[in-house]
């Protein structure tokens, strides 16, 4: 367990216990003449493949800064389950697009909802990138710089959260706040590239582990990047462009 990074999330998949999925391996076949079930696996999908990136996110960089090659390994495999998850949202979307009598709005919905399991999906692929350099950075001398990234990371982490509630309560007053991209995290980037730089005038042969440090940090303000774009694609069913089908109406208005 990272004592830099916080609590290590577990490493097997999320089971979600309130709902029955519609359709593939995550539960029951679908149920004929209900549209909105169908809605609603969609979003529980998207909602399992969040959980499933919160963790590789906080585990990448838990396997990175403790040169854990257990920890690394396992998010790098974790990306099979997220793109067998795409694979089986994109069908369950296909269904409700094709449906005769969908949910009112159920179409447009269906298709913001993929596309954010897509950006979520490439979350996960950043995660495993993170975890490929922690394995190579493993064996290379050890450098305080990657304090920086367990910053960096927790910050990261608590994004995906934050945009997850968002989701999963329709929560339009926490996606905008979501959607506005945040300085912190450049400041945090910025502080570790001064650490970085301090490293090399010290010690030059630590270039090469400063520039994949570099490149962690990178990944992970793509991370957060789209974070913003989960962020948004939620606002898109604020009333506006697309309708969030159960929605409120004074959630909807923000008011």
């Known amino acids: 367990m990272s004592g830099r990074v916080g609590t290590l999330p577990s490493s097997g998949a999320y089971h979600p216990a309130r709902r029955r999925m519609p ?16 809605l609603d ?47 089986e949202l994109r069908q369950l979307c296909l269904t409700a697009v094709l449906d005769p009598e969908p949910a009112p709005g159920g179409r447009r919905e269906a298709v913001v909802l993929l596309h ?18 922690g394995r190579e950075l493993a064996g290379l001398p050890e450098s305080g710089a990657d304090h920086g990234l367990a910053r960096m990371a927790e910050h990261c982490s608590e994004e995906v959260r934050q945009v997850l509630v968002a989701v999963e309560q329709r929560d339009l007053r926490r996606a905008r706040a979501r959607a506005v991209r945040d300085d912190r995290l450049e400041h945090l980037c910025r502080r570790l590239v001064e650490e970085l730089a301090e490293g090399i005038d010290a010690e030059p042969g630590a270039a090469r582990r400063a520039a994949r440090v570099l490149a962690v940090a990178r990944l992970l303000e793509r991370i957060a990047d789209r974070v913003v774009t989960v962020a948004e694609d939620l606002l898109l069913v604020d009333g506006g462009a697309v309708e969030l089908t159960g929605l409120p109406a004074d959630a909807a208005t923000g008011r």
Do not use: F, K, N
């Open 23 to 38: 359709v593939g391996r995550a539960g029951s076949g679908p149920i004929a003449g209900a549209p909105d079930r169908e």
């Open 41 to 87: 696996g969609i979003r529980h999908v998207v909602l399992v493949m969040g959980r499933e990136v919160d963790r590789a996110v906080t585990r990448s960089v838990c396997g990175l800064v403790d040169r854990d090659l257990e920890v690394c390994d396992g998010v790098i495999a974790q990306t099979t389950r997220l793109r067998a998850l795409q694979r």
């Open 116 to 133: 954010m399991a897509a950006e979520l999906e490439r979350i996960g692929d950043h995660c495993a990138e993170i975890a490929r350099i």
